[in-house]
């Protein structure tokens, strides 16, 4: 589109609720996917994936349109509410802001990711020791590794246990199928777990992959999660205090 949406336009097509429920979504950084199906002078179509309560995720199709001073927003969801949703709305608040960065809807910022991930591993932020779980304890360890690819990164995940001399056994080399099941999952994967498994099974196809490469918005929102755990760690995790 020539001219922009502004978050008036987009609170004059909702309700008052759902816009500001939205807005709380959009700045929790619970939108996990924008991308622009087809655009032209007036109008745009967007496809999108919202994080809802627990380990759902929404999904999102939303047409926005401009007759000279009038935007017209129809959002669909497949939510219970379906139509004109907080999520329809969490979606168009990150459209318009990345428009107004000048940045198209499908950009994240790469360097931040980065540059996060060296201070990660300056500060030992990702160290498990953060968090000391008692000995003898399963635990579910997210490796990072650089990758080949320019401004990317690889995780690996790891089923090991806590040993009562310190630090970390030699522990097993896991998939997203192992532990990202709600109906079967193991007594080591927590409630964040389950998430980042939603997360990162909705950008990669094969759930059987030891190790899958963080990229994209999705990619980005799984680091984050995983760093928070603080059993996110670099290069070794039986190396890392």
């Known amino acids: 589109m020539k001219e922009k949406i502004n978050r008036g336009d987009i609170r004059q097509c909702l309700d008052q609720r759902a816009y500001?429920?939205?807005?709380?979504?959009?700045?929790?950084h619970r939108v996990l996917r924008v991308s622009i199906e087809q655009e032209d002078d007036i109008s745009v179509e967007l496809s999108g994936e919202v994080k809802g309560g627990g380990a759902r995720v929404y999904q999102q199709e939303i047409f926005i349109s401009r007759a000279d001073d009038t935007v017209n927003i129809r959002g669909y969801c497949s939510c219970p509410v379906s139509f004109q949703c907080k999520h329809v709305a969490a979606i168009c608040l990150h459209y318009a802001t990345y428009l107004q960065k000048g940045k198209g809807a499908n950009t994240q910022p790469q360097?931040?990711?980065?540059?996060?991930?060296?201070?990660?591993?300056?500060?030992?932020?990702g160290s498990i020791s953060q968090a000391p779980p008692a000995a003898g304890s399963q635990l579910l360890v997210y490796q990072l590794s650089s990758t080949r690819a320019a401004g990317k990164m690889a995780v690996s995940f790891y089923a090991t246990r806590v040993?009562?001399?310190?630090?970390?056994?030699?522990?097993?080399?896991?998939?997203?199928?192992?532990?990202g099941s709600a109906y079967?999952?193991?007594?080591?994967?927590?409630?964040?777990?389950?998430?980042?498994?939603?997360?990162?099974?909705?950008?990669?196809?094969?759930?059987?992959?030891?190790?899958?490469?963080?990229?994209?918005?999705?990619?980005?929102?799984?680091?984050?999660?995983?760093i928070q755990t603080g059993r996110c760690v670099w290069q070794d995790y039986r190396n890392n205090p």
């Open 20 to 28: 500001n429920r939205g807005k709380d979504y959009f700045e929790r």
């Open 111 to 125: 360097d931040s990711c980065l540059s996060w991930l060296d201070s990660l591993h300056e500060t030992q932020a």
């Open 163 to 179: 040993l009562k001399k310190g630090g970390l056994g030699k522990g097993r080399t896991i998939s997203l199928h192992n532990f």
């Open 184 to 226: 079967h999952s193991p007594t080591y994967a927590q409630p964040v777990d389950l998430e980042i498994s939603n997360i990162l099974s909705a950008a990669h196809r094969s759930s059987w992959d030891a190790s899958l490469i963080l990229d994209g918005e999705l990619g980005f929102l799984a680091l984050t999660k995983m």
